[in-house]
């Protein structure tokens, strides 16, 4: 269909330009014996080249046809990915709040974590500083004994090296050799 438009589009031009030498008459043998060659040459190269050409076209419009189809096909993937693109982008927002609001709890537990961790060590320090308040008191009391215990014994020291006589004195080393006597 296509060569049959191909050649009447080469032969029309042909033929009215050739239609007047036609009719002048002598000269119209040398245009008649031209056209019938030229007619004869594009028969023939219309039967050479019309399976080459039909084959072209043919493979021609196949590439082109496959070419389009894998155009619609990456044309749909592209669309489809585009879809699960803008799905993803719906939920981001989503996604972000959910993030927040689980930082947001994350950061109220580990606050009240480390208040709570904050109350133990507080009270082990005031329990530790306690028991070193105690020890500090019980070494002070002792202390204060062993001092009030050695001024005891000195003032009373100074009181009988005062009061004691030499006679007093005989009598107490008599009385310690009597208790001595009866102990062995």
Do not use: T
């Given at each position: 269909m296509m060569t049959t438009t191909f050649l009447s589009a080469l032969f029309v031009p042909v033929l009215a330009e050739m239609f007047p030498i036609l009719l002048s008459g002598g000269a119209g043998m040398a245009a008649i014996s031209k056209l019938f060659n030229l007619t004869i040459f594009l028969a023939f190269l219309f039967w050479v080249l019309r399976k080459p050409a039909k084959e072209f076209f043919s493979t021609r419009l196949a590439e082109v046809r496959a070419t389009l189809q894998q155009a619609a096909k990456e044309k749909e993937a592209a669309a489809a990915k585009m879809a699960d693109l803008d799905a993803r982008l719906s939920r981001l927002d989503a996604e972000?709040?959910?993030?927040?609001?689980?930082a947001q709890r994350e950061a109220v537990a580990e606050r009240e974590r480390l208040e709570n961790e904050a109350k133990r060590d507080i009270e082990k320090i005031r329990q530790s500083s306690q028991?070193?308040?105690?020890?500090a008191k019980q070494i002070a009391m002792s202390e204060l004994r062993e001092f009030a215990a050695t001024k005891s014994v000195d003032l009373a020291e100074q009181m009988i090296r005062k009061e004691l006589k030499p006679e007093d004195d005989a009598k107490l080393?008599?009385?310690m050799g009597?208790?001595?006597?009866?102990?062995?």
């Open positions: 972000i709040a959910d993030i927040k609001s689980q028991r070193e308040i105690e020890s080393l008599a009385r009597e208790e001595m006597s009866k102990v062995s």
